[in-house]
């Protein structure tokens, strides 16, 4: 694809960002193709874990300073406990425009179709022209471990050194990956009904019982499916010491009675979390700020800090445009005429 480079133009072709990655953001012609990536592709294309964690983080920043555009998901319920979402957003600072069209449906996994899938769309921030689509499974994967690893960073107790998986898929499996990349030596302790004790793996224990899997953990990762009439069991009397608790699953697994306990409870975007309260989080406090806000304002973390990112589409589109870059560096991809 080759863009129409405009001398008149007010802005330089291309932006760099914070994080380093420079977009091309030169008007893109009607009769440019759209570039189409698959899911193996943008996994080739995706930056290390470690510099996933600090995409993300420069996002969440960029979030707080009010440099993105970002409204609350909307969405349609097709089955019982099913999603499909649309996540817009907009970078100011790296003039990204990007749309996530991402399903979940639970019972997925029992018919051999994956819990999640989508597509991300990426438009040419000039003219609104659609310039790209790619998979959005590993994406959505990759960037929700990657926003977990920045409340690590940021928020876990010093010198942590087990973490706990509950629910242990595809996000369980990609949480690992960002837990170990930030700890090597870290011990990791899974629960999942679907596993067994005797199920092994590298530097990971399985257990039969989710209080077994927490008792020793620093780090607690719920990953079980996004239901709206869950059934917690996560209490505050399961922990002691300092602990980082991150329901990447909303309110699967994690009482309200443990987030009202906490020291400091933050989420993604506050705005959405009041959103989704019509189905979740029942007895939930509210936020003390978002995770961007905490970083910006160097808050530390409590004894108990609760960190629930629910998943926001700057993400989304902040790691799409990275996968674009390499891309069309690499010469991955083919082009879909318009």
Known sequence: MTPERRSERPFPC??????GYRYDRCVSRVEDPIMYLTR??????????????DLVEATYRAM???????????????RPNAFIHAMPAYLHDSDVAALKWVSGYPDNPSKGVPYISGLIVVNDAGTGLPTAIMDAAEITAARTAAASGVCIRAFAP?????????GFG????FHARVIKALNPDARIHVFDPRLSSAATEPDIEVH?????????????????????DPHPVLARDWLSGDRLVLPIDFDF??????????????????????????????????PRATVGQALEEGVGPGSVTVACNLGVGTLDAAFSAAVLDEARTSGLGRSLPR
């Open 208 to 228: 039969d019982d989710p209080r077994s899997a927490v008792r020793d953990s620093q780090l607690v990762v719920t990953a079980g499916p996004i239901v709206t």
């Open 158 to 166: 010093q010198r942590w050194t087990d973490a706990a998986i509950l």
């Open 170 to 173: 595809e996000q369980g499996h």
């Open 14 to 19: 291309h932006v760099e960002a914070e994080w």
């Open 64 to 78: 707080a300073r009010g440099r993105v555009e970002i409204p609350p998901k909307p969405g349609i319920h097709p």
């Open 40 to 53: 193996d592709e943008v996994r080739h294309a995706l930056p290390s874990v470690l510099d996933q964690v």
């Open 253 to 286: 697994y994690v009482r309200a009675d443990l987030v009202g306990s906490a020291d400091l409870f933050i989420v993604d975007d506050i705005e959405q979390f009041d959103y989704y309260r019509k189905d979740h989080f029942a007895g939930w406090p509210s």
